[in-house]
Each structure stands twice: as C-alpha cells, then as structure tokens.
C-alpha cells in the first residue's frame, strides 16, 4: 500500500515515505481559541483526521501534534468584550473546540501544546536564531531578518505574493516580509512574560517551530494546515527553523483549500458564519463531518445548507441498506483504501460506497461488514447503530445526553427553572424525556 500526496512545497504528488517508520510524525497549526468554532475550523480539523487515520491504518506509531494558539490579540479583545480573564476565555474556547470536534468523529491529537506553556522553550528558540545571526532586536521588538536567510520563500514563492499579502506593518523593521520574533506587552495584549528582551509576548508564528521541535524533532514527516497559512505563516515557520536546525522542518506540506458559504466569504456581519455547534443542532456530527469530506481537501468547499442536507441523505441510504443486517466486521474494502491513497480522495471514496450500497441492496448482504467497517475506519462515519442513526436523525444524539446532563445537574441544584426550560427546548426538537429510577431516559416522537 503506497500513499501518496500532494506536496505543496515541490508543486507535486508523492509517494510519502516517513523519516522513520516506526515512528511517523505530524503537525498540523491548530485554532487560536477565544470563540466557538466555525465551519472554517473544522475543515482542516476533519481532513486531518482523515489522514491520521490512514497513517494509523499503515503505520503502527503515529504521532500528532496539534497546537492550540492562546496568546493573540484577538484573546484579548474578546476578553475585554465579556469582561473575562483571558485564561478563562481560551480555556473555554478549548473546550468547545474539542466539544464540538468530538461531535464530528475526530480522534483525540497525541501532543496538543499550549503556546502558554512554551513561553521558555520559545525564547531558547529566540535567542538560537538571534545567535545564529538572523534576527535583529529594535525598541524591544525582535525580528526576524528575511533578507540574510537566503531560502526565504521557497514555499510560497514570496516575491510575487509580497506586495498583497497581509503582513504587519511597522516602521521599525528593515525590510517589509520581516516579521516579529517577540515584542513588548502592549494595550492589544498587556499580558507579558519576562524575557531577555524585556516584558513581552512571542509573535505566532515561532510558537510553531518552537513546539514541533519539542515534539516532533528537527525533522518530522508531515506539515499541516489550511492553504491560507502557506503564507506568511508556513514560510516563516520554515525560515525559523531552517536558520536553527539547518534542516527543512517537515517533508511533506500539505494543505486544504478554502472554505466558502453559500459562495462568499465567511463572515459574521454577512450573517453566512456557520459554528459547528450550531449545526450540530440541526444536522448529526456524522453528517458535519460527510458534508466536508465530499469535497477533495484541496479544493475549495463551498459551504450550504444544501450541502448538509445531500450528506444526510447519504448517510440516510447507508443506514437504510445495513439496518436490518447490521454487523460490523474487521476488513477494509481495499478499493476504498486505493481512493484514500491517492492524495486522500475522499469525494472517490464516498462514490465507491455508494456502489457498494447498491450491490447491498442487490441482495449482496455479505458486504455490510466490511462496508461499515470501512465507513467507520476511514471516513469517520456510520458509527452510530441503525437503530440510534433512525432515533437521532433529527437531532444529534450527543448533544442531546448532554442537555439531559445538564438538566440532570439542574435539578440537583434544585434550579428547577432551568431543568424545565431544557426540557421545552428538547421537546421543542421532538425528543420527550421520561425520568426513571435509573435516569433520564429519551424518545424522539
Ligand atoms: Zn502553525
């Protein structure tokens, strides 16, 4: 079995062969968390997963890390907005993040380092860079120097994405792509930790080459994130680990396309801004997670209601044609596997069960377990029993034991106002609830 991916550092498809074997490693640049997350968050999320999944599948040590970025202006802003710490703010968006992701099937990451905690292994990687002479320190700001590093852009081609691209703005700096190392606390983020360069805050991108050094070596196989991070984000992260290591950090860089609603940009004021959760009201995390998966990663995904619906009327045959011969069993369907090996094609994948549902219903009945089996392994779906997929099919049955946690909770706490309005809201969904010595019990009518 060969897997082979696009890598957007060589423009080409590859044959991917790990470093180590025994030990296959990847990175993928996380959410920075202050807010529920979206439609956009998720993509890279469920794409990632899916190939984890196969590395899994191949290789019998796999490790993913995945970072969760807590120090951002944006943090702070919305810590001023709710008039919260901050440390409350990214510990609750890391929650629902993984709440939510949860939700959608994805399996939990090996490492997932907190850019807070790695203030002093980033500031060893500072001083590393500034040693080696590539960075430069200007009114308590230190930058990285892109005119010294003479491979910079090798990913991005930068000198034709420059002129556009979204780059900080600063009089200090000697050249326009150089970009910020560390600097000082200030009224967009007055939070510092204490430095050789004085009270301040790392920039983003070093947190990237400061964590997958810790974690993943020098080197490590894979490189992951949305294509909007190949610049600046991704060439930065390279030019900081090169000037330490010597060495190009990952192999492979792998990226999704962008993620669009109803063909525009996403965007809150447009009103066409999709959290996960609030789908997750509407539409079965299996659903979520098929909907995203019927586009090839690398192309654009044009987010819709309409799309969710065609992805639950997927599942919805899936389900119909094991229901009565239900059975998971322990093979993978080996075309399904040559689909995700070439370059992850899952949009093939999913046609090719498709097939295989209509030879189902052709009476080949002896197909189901391989065909859950592989639905399950692979794409991350069909792992609901029939019976739960028919029950929940309205609403997502996950979310359902936890409103009935919380009411359970509620009504401990004798706030009976609260446990009655959970119980509107489930009814409101068609779900009636009956409590029982045992617990709460659920019926969808
Ligand atoms: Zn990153």
């Not at 959608?104 to 500034?130: G, M, S, W």
């Not at 004085?198 to 894979?222: N, T, V």
């Not at 098929?290 to 819709?304: D, G, K, Q, V, W």
Request: glycine share 6%.
């Amino acid at each position: 079995m060969i897997i082979k991916l696009y890598n957007s550092l060589t423009h080409r498809l590859e044959e991917f062969t790990p470093i180590d074997s025994n030990n296959v490693r990847m990175y993928v640049c996380g959410p920075t968390v202050y807010d529920r997350p979206h439609i956009g968050n998720a993509r890279p999320t469920v794409i990632f997963d899916v190939l984890y999944r196969l590395l899994k599948y191949k290789y019998k040590n796999v490790t993913y890390v995945r970072n969760i970025t807590d120090i951002d202006d944006k943090i702070y802003k919305a810590s001023q907005e709710k008039n919260v710490d901050i440390k409350t703010i990214t510990n609750e968006a890391t929650e629902m993040y993984h709440s939510d992701t949860l939700a959608l099937n994805v399996l939990p990451v090996d490492v997932e380092p907190h850019a807070t905690d790695h203030i002093i292994e980033i500031i060893e990687f500072i001083k590393k860079i500034i040693a080696n002479g590539y960075a430069y320190e200007i009114n308590g700001h230190i930058y990285f120097d892109t005119v010294k590093f003479e491979k910079y852009g090798q990913l991005s081609n930068v000198n034709e994405r420059i002129s556009g691209a979204r780059i900080e703005v600063s009089d200090n700096k000697r050249n326009s792509a150089d970009f910020v190392l560390w600097k000082p606390a200030d009224d967009n983020f007055p939070i510092g930790w204490d430095s050789p360069w004085g009270k301040g805050r790392p920039g983003w991108h070093i947190e990237c080459s400061a964590m997958s050094y810790k974690y993943l070596g020098k080197q490590f196989d894979i490189h992951g994130g949305g294509c909007d991070l190949i610049f600046p984000h991704h060439e930065n992260e390279i030019a900081q680990s090169y000037v330490v290591n010597d060495k190009m950090p990952a192999k492979y860089w792998i990226h999704n396309g962008h993620v669009t609603v109803n063909g525009t940009k996403m965007s809150k004021s447009l009103g066409n801004f999709f959290t996960i959760n609030d789908l997750l009201d509407e539409f079965p995390g299996e659903v979520i997670r098929l909907a995203l998966l019927m586009t090839h990663y690398r192309s654009p995904i044009n987010f819709s209601k309409e799309l969710l619906v065609k992805a639950k009327n997927i599942l919805n045959r899936w389900y119909t044609a094991i229901k009565n011969n239900y059975r998971c069993g322990n093979d993978i369907d080996k075309k399904a596997l040559d689909a995700l090996t070439n370059d992850l094609n899952t949009p093939m994948l999913i046609a090719y069960m498709s097939d295989i549902v209509s030879d189902i219903n052709r009476g080949q009945k002896f197909l189901i377990p391989t065909f859950v089996n592989t639905a399950r392994s692979l794409l991350g779906v069909m792992t609901l029993s029939p019976e739960d997929w028919f029950k929940g099919n309205v609403v997502n049955k996950k979310l359902i034991e936890e409103e009935i946690a919380k009411r359970t909770l509620a009504k401990k706490n004798k706030d009976y106002i609260t446990a009655d309005e959970i119980r509107t809201k489930l009814l409101a969904k068609g779900i009636t609830l009956e409590d029982t010595p045992t617990g709460t019990q659920w019926k969808h009518l």
